[in-house]
T-cell receptor, first 115, second 111 residues
Framework: GAVVSQHPSWVICKSGTSVKIECRSL??????MFWYRQFPKQSLMLMAT?????????EQGVEKDKFLINHASLTLSTLTVTSAHPEDSSFYIC???????????FGPGTRLTVL | QKEVEQNSGPLSVPEGAIASLNCTYS??????FFWYRQYSGKSPELIMS????GDKEDGRFTAQLNKASQYVSLLIRDSQPSDSATYLC???????????FGSGTRLSIRP
């Protein structure tokens, strides 16, 4: 149980375009979802926390207008990287919690490369 | 002071030996503690959770918690090369819904 999927697993895009990443909880209702970014050989960095039906809470230094998060249902959250630039190239990972679960469960991640 | 601290390593352990990974945390009221394993290029995977003082065993893994010392550890017995990964300690502080992650300890099991 507690399976989280992400799509796409990797994406290459041109600078200036927008990219949408989907995160789904497959076998539980995710009341809270978290979006992380990880650069090579570095720690996980929490970008934002979203609760179903509410606006996301962004960590300090994360531009909410650049990283749009929508948590429209208890099984789906999306992260849209708007006007992507090469410095946005990173490994984006979502994580989800459910009301009856302790701990967070991670999706497999999306590797974004911006040319 | 970081909320969750781990030695970054690398920690090198011979195959078959016990690997010992340590973590300290700052919020004395924390109630939930987790160990995640992250292979290079992959996302973290939950391997152990512990909530009360003492030891919790699951196969070759043992998590140890000492709330008085604000210390959590993970022991891996009979270490295998496949255990080579980064191990993340995570703590849920008393007042937060989100889990705070340490920066991870890189473990290398040498054949």
């Amino acid at each position: 149980g507690a399976v989280v999927s992400q799509h796409p697993s990797w994406v290459i895009c041109k600078s200036g375009t927008s990219v949408k990443i989907e995160c789904r909880s497959l076998d539980f209702q995710a009341t809270t979802m978290f979006w992380y970014r990880q650069f090579p050989k570095q720690s996980l960095m929490l970008m934002a926390t979203s609760n179903e039906g509410s606006k996301a809470t962004y960590e300090q230094g994360v531009e909410k207008d650049k990283f749009l998060i929508n948590h429209a249902s208890l099984t789906l959250s999306t992260l849209t990287v708007t006007s992507a630039h090469p410095e946005d190239s990173s490994f984006y990972i979502c994580s989800a919690r459910g009301t009856r679960l302790v701990g967070q469960f991670f999706g497999p991640g999306t590797r974004l490369t911006v040319l | 002071q970081k909320e969750v601290e781990q030695n970054s390593g690398p920690l090198s352990v011979p195959e078959g030996a016990i690997a010992s990974l340590n973590c300290t945390y700052s919020d004395r009221g924390s109630q939930s503690f987790f160990w995640y394993r992250q292979y290079s290029g992959k996302s973290p995977e939950l391997i152990m959770s512990i909530y009360s003082n003492g030891d919790k065993e699951d196969g070759r893994f043992t998590a140890q918690l000492n709330k008085a010392s604000q210390y959590v550890s993970l022991l891996i017995r009979d270490s295998q090369p496949s255990d080579s990964a980064t191990y993340l300690c995570a703590v849920r502080p008393s007042s937060a819904s989100k889990i705070i992650f340490g920066s991870g300890t890189r473990l290398s099991i040498r054949p």
